[in-house]
């Protein structure tokens, strides 16, 4: 069987919103990011995933669709969109465009039929319950009722998200095979990826209080499968929220025709009160974290594909999270892509996190633009919680510390835009930008950069397998990756405190956080604050 090739790949995600603005209005454009397409080229990264650019009123910034075949005005045009396909593949870059399936705008013309009458024939594109009551308790991601009545046909509809993002009822045969013409629309001007937004959900069964994993779902992603992308040379990769190893695998396994890889989010709830809301915060569970990380990697071995990210536009900025981002910043940084990096999967790098970006410092709730943390903000307050307590919890996990515009350089809004950022920028911007990282050969930029090759130019890090080291050591993180009698072990202090590895034998250093020397001994290997390394065994 040929070789897939993005199984040694490296996806950078955009939000175009806070990449770069190229007309001064102070959003991000599709021009912006022609203007550094350079830039990933040096970076080595391999497929661009977009977050979505099509047309939407923004209840949930582009996450709520009114046109699928369209470009937002405010991002460009669709010719922009073809050059920008036409100058990446020129430079050897795949675009991969995120697909939001689970439901649309309100404002999409499906959905304004939809609501106009009962017999239209869009009624049925929605999901819609009668009564003089909401229809049962399911609750929206974003806080308070999945239901919203609505008074042209006196019927409820559902909404997993904002009641502006009604969901599509997959169960209608022409949703679907609409969804296959677009998605092949895409395909044919050149798309080589596509990102499925919360695919989890299209199964949902609201009757029965099911969301994600209903009893369909992966009988129509086979259908997809079938329809659009299967006989392509495309990637594809599912958002699931709810997936275990098993689900893992039956959306991942090759001979079940579905999608590529997953993106599952298990290790990213460690600081999370297990069976809680995001922002129900605890320490660290840095066991939980490791058993997790290695879990995924035994379970799918061979038997399905996952994606590596610490980062997304949903999630906080990793070095503030579970890095340092004072005094050991940089260290910290490239520890974490160490970690990462030196595991079996797809790695994913958001914008920022090559450069070490961090959270954002929020001082009060006027800070956040974000539709979670604003409904989130007043859900608490409602139920008592203290302004400290929410504060508190907006800061360390509002989606708006991934969204603060991209911190190109020192000049009028870190380069981001000449006008005014439709978000504020990072006050850090004048010691953490692009410019700096590239004039410094230490930079987290060129320790991304090396892990990006490291990738291409050895198969032990893409085929490798997987084995945790200490597993209850409470600082550190090693594994070894062994491959057609190579080893390498990846050895990585989680913490700032010195901490020290018990191993054996003698490593050629081939990466590492700290100046070392080539060879060195692995009998006891002391570790600075937030050391990192990765050697093959000699
Ligand atoms: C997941 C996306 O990543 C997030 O940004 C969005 O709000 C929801 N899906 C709804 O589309």
């Not at 005005?73 to 050059?83: A, P, R, V, W, Y």
Request: hydrophobic share 35%; net charge negative; proline share 4%.
């Amino acid at each position: 069987m040929k070789e897939k090739w993005w199984r040694n790949s490296v996806v950078y995600q955009i939000y175009p919103r806070s990449f770069c603005d190229s007309n001064g209005d102070g959003v991000g454009d599709i021009n912006g990011i022609r203007s550094k397409l350079w830039y990933l080229k040096k970076l080595g990264i391999d497929i661009i995933w977009l977050s979505p650019v099509y047309p939407s009123p923004n209840a949930d910034n582009g996450y709520d669709i009114s046109d699928y075949y369209g470009i937002s005005s405010e991002f460009g045009t669709i010719d922009g969109m073809k050059e920008l396909i036409q100058e990446c593949e020129n430079c050897g870059i795949k675009i991969m465009m995120d697909l939001v399936l689970n439901h649309t705008s309100d404002e999409h013309p499906w959905f304004i039929e939809a609501k106009s009458a009962i017999n239209n024939p869009y009624h049925e594109y929605y999901i819609w319950r009668k009564g003089n009551h909401v229809p049962n308790d399911m609750e929206s991601c974003f806080g308070g009722s999945a239901w919203e009545y609505s008074k042209e046909t006196e019927e409820y509809y559902l909404h997993f998200f904002h009641k502006k993002q009604p969901d599509l009822n997959w169960e209608n045969k022409n949703v679907r095979t609409e969804i296959w013409k677009m998605i092949n629309y895409w395909i044919d001007m050149g798309i080589k990826g596509f990102r499925l937004d919360v695919i989890d959900m299209i199964g949902k069964v609201p009757d029965l209080k099911i969301k994600e994993n209903g009893p369909k779902l992966h009988e129509y992603l086979q259908e997809m499968n079938r329809e659009t992308f299967g006989n392509k040379d495309i990637v594809t990769v599912g958002e699931c929220w709810g997936a275990d190893t098993e689900i893992g695998k039956l959306y991942s396994s090759p001979d079940r025709k579905e999608l590529d890889m997953i993106f599952q989010f298990e290790q990213m709830q460690a600081d999370q009160i297990a069976g809680k809301e995001k922002w129900d915060l605890k320490p660290l569970d840095f066991i939980y974290l490791k058993h997790t990380f290695a879990k995924w990697q035994k379970e799918l071995d061979g038997k399905g594909w996952n994606s590596l990210f610490w980062n997304n536009h949903d999630l906080p900025r990793i070095v503030s999270r579970w890095g340092n981002d004072k005094e050991y910043r940089v260290e910290s940084a490239k520890m974490l892509a160490t970690v990462l990096h030196g595991m079996k999967g797809t790695p994913y790098i958001y914008q920022g996190e090559e450069i070490g970006m961090t959270n954002y410092p929020f001082s009060s709730k006027e800070d956040f633009a974000d539709v979670e943390a604003i409904n989130m903000y007043q859900e608490r307050k409602q139920n008592g919680y203290s302004e400290k307590e929410i504060l508190h919890s907006l800061c360390a996990k509002a989606r708006d510390n991934a969204r603060t515009p991209m911190q190109w350089n020192h000049s009028h809004a870190a380069g981001f835009t000449e006008g005014n950022p439709w978000y504020p920028v990072n006050p850090n911007y004048k010691e953490i930008n692009v410019e700096i990282a590239l004039d410094d050969k230490n930079s987290i930029f060129y320790y991304y950069q090396k892990l990006i090759q490291l990738r291409k130019e050895n198969k032990i890090l893409v085929d490798g397998n997987f084995t945790l080291l200490c597993p209850e050591d409470k600082h550190i993180f090693a594994y070894t990756r062994e491959w057609n009698g190579k080893k390498w072990v990846i050895i990585c202090n989680f913490y700032k405190e010195p901490a020290l590895l018990l191993f054996s034998g003698k490593g050629n250093v081939i990466l590492s956080n700290y100046p070392q020397e080539q060879t060195i001994s692995l009998e006891q290997i002391h570790l600075r604050p937030y050391e990192a390394m990765i050697c093959e065994i000699i």
